[in-house]
């Protein structure tokens, strides 16, 4: 898809990074999609990729629902012919469950890279164990690491973390010399805690301090990416190898564009009107019906993008409400057609920061999780009844 969209001229940043290496894959610009739940599925990922390039990981598959093949599970990890490399993040706690996914993966050629992910902070994955509560376990987060490297064999396999789960219990620069120790192909850092969730300030301090401690493989940046210049200033900051942007591209999908404009060393934007926002809406609800072969489904899920795409356009609250209800595409176009779309690109208010941030708050984990950096019998058989969740995603 090739978007017409008003560009804007801004001043040249930096000087541009070098290509950014994970294993045998080569990105010409160093930038990563963060794994989103119920977003960075096939459609989205095909809909940034046509804006601009990098590599484009999937929504968080379970490690135990991969193991025993749940159909929702295998819709998640196909991936449309045009996704080139494909990229799959596995969430586990148990280290044999883990390496069991990973196998599938490449022995099915299903994927050229994996991620695991050790940077989930909601309640019902940190209750568990998981997420960003794991690496407080020196010797489970080793010996997950450890098994899934061995399982990837030539399969590039990196790791997603966060600082740690609160500012009295950091993990990430232990972690970070296990996981590299361990032969991962890059770590990538959300300079947050699990007890922050989305809040605040995310703490570039820390990945320059990962970046000190990691020498082998590339660090990745992760947190308040919300421009290309903002990663520019993160790699200048950091000195991070790359940047992973999550909630920044929310209802833009054209930030990639941005991103790869800055990389390049060209100082144009996206700076799309509302006709050409509104053409790029109704691309995603077309991949989302295609990828849940279901025009109905396509359109429940186009709805929950309405206030990211429409952020700062002259987008009435009746009309939002309507397309928040949308249930068939010949709908959409209806609505779409009813708005003012030759407004222009309104600037700074359709920038910034966007998705959830949610409040800092004491994240739930396990009994007596913090009593002890080293997996206790009990929590080892707790584990292994976390692993039978089989939610596919």
């Known amino acids: 898809m090739t978007m017409t969209s008003t560009i804007g001229e801004r001043p040249a940043s930096a000087p541009q990074p070098a290509a950014l290496e994970i294993g045998p894959l080569r990105l010409d610009v160093p930038v990563v999609l963060a794994p989103m739940a119920g977003i960075t599925n096939t459609a989205f990922r095909r809909l940034c990729r046509e804006f601009g390039a990098g590599l484009y990981v999937s929504e968080m598959i379970t490690s135990r629902a991969l193991v025993e093949r749940t159909p929702e599970t295998m819709r998640l990890i196909t991936h449309h012919e045009s996704e080139t490399p494909r990229s799959i993040q596995l969430y586990g706690v148990d280290p044999k469950t ?28 940190t209750r568990k164990g998981g997420g960003a509560a794991l690496p407080w376990k020196l010797d489970l987060f080793r010996d997950i690491v450890e098994n899934a490297v061995s399982a990837a064999g030539d399969v590039p396999l990196t790791i997603k973390m966060r600082k740690g789960i609160d500012p009295d219990h950091l993990t990430y620069l232990e972690a970070g010399r296990i996981a590299e120790g361990a032969g991962v192909s890059s770590i990538a850092l959300h300079a947050r805690t699990a007890s922050e969730f989305y809040s605040g300030n995310a703490d570039w301090s820390a990945i320059t301090r990962l970046k000190e401690t990691v020498s082998t493989v590339p660090v990745l940046g992760n947190g308040d ?5 903002d990663a520019l200033r993160m790699m200048d900051e950091t000195g991070c190898d790359g940047v992973v942007v999550g909630r920044g591209c929310l209802g833009r999908p054209w930030l990639f564009g941005d991103l790869a404009a800055v990389f390049t060393g060209s100082d144009t934007r996206h700076t799309p009107d509302l006709r050409q926002v509104a053409g790029t809406f109704r691309r995603h609800a077309e991949l989302l019906a295609e990828f849940f072969d279901s025009e109905e489904r396509g359109c429940r899920d186009i709805r929950k993008h309405v206030a ?37 690109y309104p600037g700074a208010d359709a920038e910034g920061p966007r998705g959830r941030a949610g409040t800092p708050k004491r994240p739930v984990l396990p009994e ?17 009844e976390a692993e039978l969740d089989t939610s596919g995603g």
């Open 98 to 125: 883990v390496r069991e996914a990973v196998t599938i993966l490449v022995d099915e050629d299903r994927a050229d890279h994996i991620d695991l992910n050790f940077g989930c902070p909601v309640p019902k994955v």
């Open 225 to 229: 990416i919300w421009s290309g210049e």
């Open 308 to 344: 990211w795409y429409f952020k700062g356009y002259p987008v009435g609250g009746d009309l939002r409400t309507r397309l928040a209800m949308v249930e068939s595409l010949d709908q959409l176009d209806e609505l779409l057609d009813s708005l003012p779309l030759d407004a222009p």
């Open 368 to 384: 007596n999780w913090l009593a002890s950096r080293a997996l206790a019998t009990q929590e080892a058989s707790d584990l292994s």
